[in-house]
């Protein structure tokens, strides 16, 4: 996440380990495993699954330049290879597999001039992964970065994030200037390449985790009030959308520890949040936990935590492996950066 200001530091590691223990472990239904390290550690990092291959995306670097990166992760090989960047450098991009090629929307991009900040775009893309190339789609009906995307019967929901306040002579994100989340609910077709409004989201936010079982979609945490760690708040809340219907459910079980900037997986009909950061007056965090919602029974399990914990991380699922990529160990607004190439698998050996 971005650094806002230096403050003061404070060293988190107690207070995370107090928080795991709110919860009792689970009985372990498979083990971590250290991979390749990530070739370009990085924060505000996307991960996409296709054709058995992990793909990462985007990435910020310092003063809110946008990396553009995109590597590919070969399983067998236990090998990164680095691909052509972007089409378009930006942060925050939502990003979604359909049919073996992965969809980007949205995003952030630095202003053509004047000091950095957040400018929300529209643009939206498909990436071929065994072509190495980008071909530019339809741009959504609205701006906006830190959206969720997610595949329901051939058609991808584009859901959530910040922008700017309509009406508004802003056309970037300050931290100092009002700004705010939106519940937008876009309907992308590829089949046709356009779009349609669906119902808003009920909670706005953005930075959360999103992930579909038996075709019914969650939205899983994630900050509301504002875009920015430490001027927004974090949150727990879980919201159902059945695009068939095109109707919202909820609030279900909360999320055990309020996050954001979380990564998601799923797996046997479970949604794994991995990671996250959290801030209030007292406290700057990341995290390790790992915990796994079922939506048929709407309860969560804590799963044994990454080795590393971090936020804005890459997450994907290959095969029975729950992939997680990179991150920053530290909180925004600390005044230091500390990506990590950490590269984690949590292999499954019963499916649940």
């Not at 359909?98 to 400018?119: C, H, N």
């Not at 893309?125 to 995307?149: C, I, N, Q």
């Not at 929901?157 to 994100?173: H, L, N």
Request: hydrophobic fraction near 40%.
């Amino acid at each position: 996440m971005p650094r806002l200001a230096r403050s003061a530091r404070l060293h988190f590691a107690t207070a995370v380990a107090g928080l795991m223990l709110l919860m009792p472990v689970a009985h372990a239904q498979g083990k971590w495993l250290k991979l390749a390290p990530f070739p370009q550690p990085a924060e505000e990092i996307s991960g996409a699954a296709a054709a058995g291959k992990m793909y990462v995306f985007a990435g910020l670097a310092p003063v809110w330049k946008p990396v553009g990166m995109v590597y590919e992760y070969d399983p067998a090989a236990d090998q990164w290879t680095k691909k052509k960047p972007m089409a378009l450098p930006s942060h925050h991009v939502a990003f979604t597999t359909y049919r073996d090629k992965i969809y980007a929307f949205g995003g952030f991009v630095l202003p053509e001039s004047g000091p950095p900040a957040w400018v929300p775009i529209n643009n939206a893309w498909e990436y071929d992964p065994a072509g190495d190339t980008w071909k530019a789609l339809a741009p959504m009906p609205t701006k906006r970065g830190s959206a969720l995307a997610a595949v329901v019967n051939d058609k991808i929901y584009v859901i959530g994030g910040a922008t700017t306040i309509p009406g508004s002579q802003e056309t970037a994100v300050f931290p100092t200037h009002p700004h705010m989340s939106v519940g937008t609910v876009a309907e992308y077709d590829p089949a046709t390449n356009t779009w349609r409004e669906r119902s808003s989201m009920p909670t706005p936010r953005n930075h959360a985790a999103i992930g579909v079982v038996n075709g019914k979609i969650y939205v899983i945490g994630g900050r509301v009030g504002a875009a920015f760690i430490g001027l927004a708040s974090d949150i727990s809340v879980v919201e159902e959308y059945d695009p068939a219907s095109d109707q919202w459910s909820g609030p279900r079980a909360r999320m055990p520890i309020a996050r954001s900037a979380i990564g998601a997986g799923v797996y046997g009909g479970r949604i794994y949040v991995a990671g996250g950061e959290y801030q209030d007056p007292h406290m700057m965090a990341t995290f390790r936990a790992v915990e796994a919602y079922d939506a048929a029974t709407n309860t969560w399990t804590e799963m044994p935590p990454m080795p590393v914990s971090r936020h804005g991380l890459a997450v994907g699922v290959i095969g029975n492996r729950l992939h997680v990529v990179s991150g920053d160990v530290q909180s925004a607004g600390t005044g230091v950066e500390v990506s990590t190439g950490e590269h984690d698998a949590f292999e499954f050996t019963v499916d649940k």
